[in-house]
């Protein structure tokens, strides 16, 4: 039986993890579960399946029965706990950390907080790599490669391309963008997730993080990563070999699917979430164009000038989306904030991990002056 630690177990991430170990009890058991501030959701889920270590990390427990609190009480909790996988369900850059703890303490790292890899790809495929452990995409798009390049040579690929849904506003015209509401961005037409990746998904800045998420994951050049909307959110991603030929994963929208993957790995088991008739679906493809959603492209260009600009496009999006969230700004200043965050200058790498969370705190303070002008014009 393998023990699972789950971070973030409140969110939808964690939801669907609970979900996966409640059809699969006889596989899985949870050593301990995290959560920010939802102290009752957290007992709720501890009591249902017994779980003994539990941390608060984002305020003071009113329980007695959370032996774990703050930000170091979650590393503390994640390295302590005796567990094969660490699910990492956090939402934001606040995942990078508690993943550096999951892979320093040997165990594996079922990864849906895609930040922790744009954010610090290089450091944490090598902690990987030195601990012997490994590093489990489920993110749907990246679990589809990671599935797909099981039997392939890294040599023999030509290209990775990412599917998108195309978010709530594939259709809207360009024009009336300036009019689009925090309600109507956190309307997703094919998935249930939590807010900040919601406004991601309309933006596509979720599909930029990804782009660069697929890079450090898989070792491709930027120019080998495709983008492609299908609104139907089945095909979750393709890979193309040298010789033309195309291969997809195909699975209903469903995180279930990629969390029970990398949980079962290396081994692929039996799903009780369904199957999907291709009989009763179509499937569409088309290219993102530039001025629906800018920010995709930004990202590309954030890849490209490498040194910490991937780094930079993270976290001043991180800024924009959550004055956005706020109320402060607009649904198209996101973009304007980010495009002039990254005027800055990033080239600086980061050769550790220190040095990536100095950057990060830098980009916010940045990103957040351009936030209060923009606010206060
Ligand atoms: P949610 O907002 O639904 O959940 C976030 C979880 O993290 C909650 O348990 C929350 O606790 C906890 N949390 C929030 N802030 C902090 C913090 N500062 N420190 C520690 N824990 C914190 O997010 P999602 O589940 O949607 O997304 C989680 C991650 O997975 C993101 O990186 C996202 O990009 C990625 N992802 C999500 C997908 C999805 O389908 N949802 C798909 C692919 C990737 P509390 O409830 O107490 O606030
Ligand atoms: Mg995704």
């Known amino acids: 039986m393998k023990k699972i630690i789950i971070l973030g177990a409140t969110g939808s991430i964690g939801k669907n993890t609970l979900s996966v170990i409640r059809s699969n009890r006889d596989d899985f058991s949870i050593a301990a579960i995290s959560a920010h501030t939802n102290e009752e959701k957290l007992l709720k889920c501890a009591h249902e399946f017994n779980i003994s270590h539990l941390c ?3 305020k003071k427990p009113d329980s007695d029965h959370i032996d774990y609190t703050g930000e170091k009480g979650l590393l503390q909790m994640i390295e302590e ?8 369900g956090i939402a934001g850059s606040s995942g990078l950390l508690p993943s550096t703890a999951a892979l320093r303490s040997g165990k594996h790292l079922a990864l849906a907080n895609k930040e922790t890899i744009v954010m610090a790809g290089r450091l944490i495929n090598e902690l990987a790599h030195k601990n012997r452990v490994n590093l489990l995409p489920v993110d749907s798009e990246h679990s589809a490669v990671f599935q797909l ?15 998108a849904s195309g978010g709530p506003f594939r259709k809207t015209a360009v024009d009336d963008f300036k009019n689009i509401t925090l309600r109507d961005a956190l309307k997703h037409p094919t998935w249930s997730m939590g807010r900040k990746i919601s406004i991601d998904s309309a933006t596509m800045a979720n599909k930029g993080l990804e782009v660069i998420e697929a890079h450090e994951l898989f070792n491709i050049k930027a120019k080998n990563i495709k983008v492609l909307i299908h609104p139907e959110s089945m095909v979750h991603s393709l890979i193309r070999t040298l010789d033309g030929e195309m291969y997809a994963q195909i699975s209903s929208p469903d995180m279930r699917i990629p969390i029970q993957n990398a949980l079962t790995y290396p081994d692929i088991k039996y799903s009780t979430f369904g199957f999907l008739d291709l009989a009763q ?16 492209f930004l990202a590309y260009q954030a890849l490209e000038l490498e040194g910490s600009y991937p780094l930079a496009f993270n976290a001043a999006n991180e ?3 959550n004055a956005f ?16 965050a990254l005027n800055a200058d990033w080239s600086l ?6 040095s990536v969370m100095k950057i990060d705190r830098a980009v916010r303070t940045h990103t957040a002056g351009i936030v209060k002008r923009l606010t206060e014009l």
């Open 56 to 58: 608060l990390s984002g």
């Open 81 to 88: 706990t005796e567990a094969d996988i660490v699910v990492n």
């Open 149 to 163: 390049l099981r039997n392939k040579k890294q040599e023999e690929i030509a290209e990775i391309i990412l599917t």
């Open 281 to 296: 679906s179509s499937l569409s493809f088309y290219n993102p164009d530039k001025e629906r959603f800018p920010l995709l």
């Open 319 to 321: 800024i924009a989306v």
């Open 325 to 340: 969230l706020r109320g402060n700004i607009g649904f198209t200043a996101i973009h304007q904030t980010v495009m002039e």
């Open 349 to 354: 790498q980061a050769e550790t991990l220190d």
